[in-house]
């Protein structure tokens, strides 16, 4: 079960990733 969870963890920390990376994205347009 254990390995199970981390194996989330990691994958939710990705996608947190790609979402601040869009962010930035947008904010450098506006400028």
């Not at 994958?11 to 450098?28: A, E, S």
Request: net charge positive.
């Amino acid at each position: 079960m254990s390995s199970v969870i981390k194996k989330r963890r990691k994958k939710m920390r990705k996608k947190k990733h790609k979402k601040l990376l869009k962010r930035t994205r947008w904010q450098r347009r506006n400028k």
